[in-house]
């Protein structure tokens, strides 16, 4: 099932500085996008969502964007932060209450 | 903040032997889901649950697998004869509050399973 895919499988970046993490999908009909950040046996932490009626979606540092057209959104992270070093994962979903098909997750890396 | 919560967080069990994993979503929502992650690969939808009787599920839940809600607050899976290739983290989560919160799901922090 790779409906949603990352193909960046890591990211480095410098403290201060802007994480972006990009993700493609398949399905034109999903009708909800999902970030989830993941620290090393712990769940998925909810980030941000962003409706497909929607093309951006802004909260505090995080802000995710939208492009239907070209079936891509990327989260951005500004200013990224040391903690923020983890695995994020984006999920799609084709209605309320359905499964999230998730993509293989971003390795974030954010030096001091 | 109200949180999912799984319990055990580690099980070790010898193939064919029966788990049960259990899981306390979070106590307003509607909608309860399992996924599980084996390791260096994606996490992966097993079943949904809603309003009592399962809503979805992959082609990965079997007749192995079942999902039971015997009470108000509990909701739990259960591997009826473990194969070596169930060893993974099991996730559950939970999702349903409010006006567009249906699509955010909320997940525990998971329980490893493990076969031998």
């Known amino acids: 099932d790779q409906q949603v895919k990352q193909n960046s499988p890591s990211l480095s970046v410098q403290e201060g500085r802007i994480s972006i993490l990009n993700c493609d999908y398949t399905?034109?009909?999903?009708?909800?996008f999902l970030w989830y950040k993941k620290y090393p046996a712990e769940g998925p932490t909810f980030l941000i969502s962003?409706?497909?009626?929607?093309d951006k979606n802004e909260d505090g540092r995080f802000t995710v964007f939208l492009n239907k057209s070209a079936k891509h959104l990327s989260l951005h992270i500004v200013p990224s932060q040391p903690g923020d070093s983890a695995v994020y994962f984006c999920?799609?979903?084709?209605?309320?209450?359905?499964?999230?098909?998730f993509g293989q997750g971003t390795e974030l890396s954010v030096k001091p | 903040e109200p949180e999912v919560t799984q319990t055990p967080s580690h099980q070790v069990t010898q193939m064919g032997q029966e788990v049960i994993l259990r899981c306390v979503p979070i106590?307003?929502?509607?909608?309860f889901y399992w996924y599980r992650q084996i390791l260096g690969q994606k996490v992966e939808f097993l079943v949904s649950?809603?309003?009592?009787?399962?809503?979805?599920k992959s082609e990965i839940f079997d007749d192995q697998f079942s999902v039971e809600r015997p009470d108000g607050s509990n909701f739990t899976l259960k591997i009826r004869s473990t194969k070596l290739e169930d060893s993974a983290m099991y996730f559950c989560?939970?999702?349903?509050?409010?006006?567009?919160?249906?699509?955010?799901?909320?997940f525990g922090p998971g329980t490893r399973l493990t076969v031998t």
């Open positions: 989560a939970s999702s349903g509050s409010g006006q567009g919160k249906y699509y955010e799901q909320y």
């Open positions: 399905n034109s009909m999903f009708d909800y």
């Open positions: 962003i409706s497909s009626i929607k």
């Open positions: 999920a799609a979903s084709l209605y309320q209450g359905g499964k999230l098909i």
């Open positions: 106590s307003n929502h509607l909608y």
């Open positions: 649950f809603y309003n009592n009787e399962i809503s979805e």
